[in-house]
T-cell receptor, first 117, second 111 residues
Framework: GAVVSQHPSRVICKSGTSVKIECRSLDFQATTMFWYRQFPKQSLMLMATSNEGSKATYEQGVEKDKFLINHASLTLSTLTVTSAHPEDSSFYIC?????????????FGEGSRLTVL | GDSVTQMEGPVTLSEEAFLTINCTYTATGYPSLFWYVQYPGEGLQLLLKATKADDKGSNKGFEATYRKETTSFHLEKGSVQVSDSAVYFCALSDSNYQLIWGAGTKLIIKP
């Protein structure tokens, strides 16, 4: 149980276009989803926290107008990279909060590798 | 604020060698501690966890003990395999269920 699916796993786009990444919790409801960005040889960087039905909370330094997050239902959150540029190329990972035994465990999607040409 | 520090990689070992990846943390309160693993081309997955002091998490031959006195959660395995080659992340979970991550340690196992 507790499976999180991310789509697409890989996407290549031209500079200036927008890309949408979906994160779905397949067998549970996720009131909170987190979006991370991973740079080579660096740790995961939390971008934003997404709560169902409300605006996402962005971490300092993350442009909310560039990284649009929508959490329309308890099983789906989307990240849209608007007007993508080569420096946006990265690995984006989502996770969902499934409160199992109050341990704070999160479940992760497979990640989406974005390459902007 | 809370933080996690883990040893830099890459760590290169021969098959059947003993593995230790160090992880120390700073936190207020009593966080839960985790090791996540990312195999090549795959997403993150939980390897093991510990929720209170002196707890030992274990999975797939890996172990880590929650040491409050040394604020550590070192990952160990007695005999590594080539299939263990991956990036390992140490993390803690604060009261808000957000994860604070270490930088990750790439492990390379040579046959």
């Amino acid at each position: 149980g507790a499976v999180v699916s991310q789509h697409p796993s890989r996407v290549i786009c031209k500079s200036g276009t927008s890309v949408k990444i979906e994160c779905r919790s397949l067998d549970f409801q996720a009131t909170t989803m987190f979006w991370y960005r991973q740079f080579p040889k660096q740790s995961l960087m939390l971008m934003a926290t997404s709560n169902e039905g409300s605006k996402a909370t962005y971490e300092q330094g993350v442009e909310k107008d560039k990284f649009l997050i929508n959490h329309a239902s308890l099983t789906l959150s989307t990240l849209t990279v608007t007007s993508a540029h080569p420096e946006d190329s990265s690995f984006y990972i989502c996770s969902a909060n499934h409160r199992v035994g109050n341990t704070g465990e999160l479940f992760f999607g497979e990640g989406s590798r974005l390459t902007v040409l | 604020g809370d933080s996690v520090t883990q040893m830099e990689g890459p760590v290169t070992l021969s098959e059947e060698a003993f593995l230790t990846i160090n992880c120390t943390y700073t936190a207020t309160g009593y966080p839960s501690l985790f090791w996540y693993v990312q195999y090549p081309g795959e997403g993150l997955q939980l390897l093991l966890k510990a929720t209170k002091a002196d707890d030992k998490g274990s999975n797939k031959g890996f172990e880590a003990t929650y040491r409050k006195e040394t604020t550590s959660f070192h990952l160990e395995k007695g005999s590594v395999q080539v299939s263990d080659s991956a990036v390992y992340f140490c993390a803690l979970s604060d009261s808000n269920y957000q994860l604070i991550w270490g930088a990750g340690t790439k492990l390379i196992i040579k046959p």
